[in-house]
């Protein structure tokens, strides 16, 4: 019995379509991996599927009344939205993500999805023509840049007798995304900072983690980057709407949803695939890249009883290329600084050779490095700003709502 879900809570919404029975089986194959279901039903869900079907292939009651006494009585619809690690919509319909987008919470299940604070994951179903509408695509766009997660739908033979997009993704599918969304913990949704919606529809640039320069076929220079904080400023982008480009270095995480990674090696192939995401509105220079490279050699090197010797090059200075002047200079550049001692002193001597509009300085001589929090201060050319130690997600949420802001800014500024 597969177990990789075992622990895991999982709130299935069981929409009013006639894919609801396939839903049985997921809940069945979910409980086979270990995951605890719960399910809620609307009142058309119930029409294609009785509770007392879930009940017993969940081992649980089924959820349906948003008045129902007892379960009111210690607000039911704020701890069933609470528990949960992701809540899964299917089918969802056009009705059901039409009141999601917009916040009507007029059942339980609408008023479970307005009250969680955990991510949803939706998996359409509904006739190509529903799907299609210009409608149901706006509504799925507003959840997209809300944070919303969605599998299918897929195209096939529907019971309208129609064929095309909208046929509900099968279990199998609808449980490997779950998977995924569960494993990406470190990217599921917290708050929006204020403002971080004016990101919506920009274009945003973002390297992460090391750079390996080869010393030879088995050896290479490197740093002691996670990418964990650039990663997290990607997703946080990603979910305020942006367009992402994520240029990754070497890292053992997982893709943030929504985005478009490219992964590099070497410092030269991050600046090349920089020079070839450009243009953008906002460049995020998060990778801690490695300031010298050497001449690999094309064979192993062998011990000689005397250490080799290595020319060090000058690595190409991405941040300074970027930020200087031109036509596909981003309208907002910004730059991390990695100190180990007078921190905020060298951030901002760091800030005006590199030319950029905002430097993130933090002193990794306390073992920030692959750590989930960080302490930075905030490098403008107004000053400093101290911001307290916060998860490194935090960390990106405040700043995509700053980079958001700084953007009206100067929108305001140009249109005076």
């Known amino acids: 019995m597969a177990q990789n879900l075992a622990g895991k809570r999982v709130l299935l919404v069981v929409g009013g379509g006639v894919a609801a029975y396939k839903c049985l089986e997921l809940v069945r194959r979910l409980a086979e991996r270990g995951a605890a279901v719960r399910v809620v039903m609307t009142e058309a869900a119930r029409r294609f599927v009785t509770d007392l079907s879930f009940a017993a292939v969940s081992g649980k009651p089924v959820a349906h009344d948003l008045f129902d006494a007892a379960a009111e009585g210690e607000m039911g619809h704020i701890r069933l939205s609470r528990e949960a690690d992701l809540l899964v919509v299917a089918p969802a319909t056009a009705n059901l993500l039409a009141r999601a987008a917009n916040g009507i919470a007029n059942d339980l299940a609408t008023t479970l999805l307005l009250a969680t604070d955990k991510r949803v994951l939706f998996a359409p179903a509904m006739n190509l023509r529903m799907w299609l509408h210009p409608a149901t695509q706006r509504n799925v766009a507003l959840l997209r840049s809300d944070g919303a997660l969605f599998v299918g739908p897929e195209e096939?033979?529907?019971?309208?007798?129609?064929?095309g997009p909208g046929r509900m993704s099968e279990p199998a599918d609808i449980i490997a995304a779950i998977e995924a969304a569960l494993a990406q913990d470190m990217f599921l949704r917290p708050p929006l900072s204020q403002g971080a919606e004016?990101?919506?529809?920009?274009?945003?640039?973002?390297?992460?983690?090391?750079?390996?320069?080869?010393?030879?076929?088995?050896?290479?220079?490197?740093n002691r980057s996670s990418g964990k904080q650039?990663?997290?400023?990607?997703?946080?982008?990603?979910?305020?709407?942006?367009?992402?480009?994520?240029i990754s270095g070497p890292v053992t995480l997982e893709d943030p949803p929504g985005v478009d990674v490219r992964r590099i090696e070497t410092a030269q192939e991050m600046l090349a695939a920089v020079k070839s995401?450009?243009?953008?509105?906002?460049?995020?220079?998060?990778?801690?890249?490695?300031?010298?490279?050497?001449?690999?050699?094309?064979?192993?090197?062998?011990?000689?009883?005397?250490?080799?010797?290595?020319?060090?090059?000058?690595?190409?200075?991405?941040?300074?290329?970027?930020?200087?002047?031109?036509?596909?200079?981003?309208?907002?550049?910004?730059?991390?600084?990695?100190?180990?001692?007078?921190?905020?002193r060298r951030?901002?001597?760091?800030?005006?050779?590199?030319?950029?509009?905002?430097?993130?300085?933090?002193?990794v001589s306390s073992g920030v490095f692959g750590a989930d929090e960080n302490t930075v201060?905030?490098?403008?050319?107004?000053?400093?700003?101290?911001?307290?130690?916060?998860?490194?997600?935090?960390?990106?949420?405040?700043?995509a709502g700053r980079l958001a802001r700084m953007l009206a800014d100067r929108n305001s500024e140009t249109s005076a």
């Open 198 to 222: 004016g990101l919506a529809g920009r274009h945003v640039v973002v390297t992460s983690g090391p750079t390996h320069e080869p010393i030879d076929p088995v050896r290479f220079i490197a």
């Open 230 to 246: 650039g990663h997290a400023i990607a997703a946080a982008a990603a979910r305020a709407g942006a367009r992402v480009t994520l």
């Open 156 to 163: 096939g033979d529907m019971a309208c007798g129609e064929r």
């Open 347 to 363: 951030a901002q001597e760091k800030f005006l050779r590199k030319g950029c509009d905002l430097l993130v300085a933090n002193d």
């Open 277 to 344: 995401a450009l243009p953008a509105d906002v460049f995020v220079a998060a990778a801690a890249v490695a300031d010298w490279r050497v001449e690999a050699a094309a064979q192993k090197i062998k011990k000689s009883g005397a250490p080799p010797s290595l020319t060090l090059v000058e690595n190409p200075d991405i941040l300074a290329t970027v930020a200087a002047p031109g036509q596909d200079r981003p309208g907002i550049v910004v730059g991390f600084a990695a100190e180990t001692g007078d921190t905020v």
């Open 377 to 399: 201060h905030i490098v403008t050319a107004s000053g400093v700003e101290d911001w307290p130690r916060l998860g490194k997600e935090e960390v990106a949420e405040r700043l």
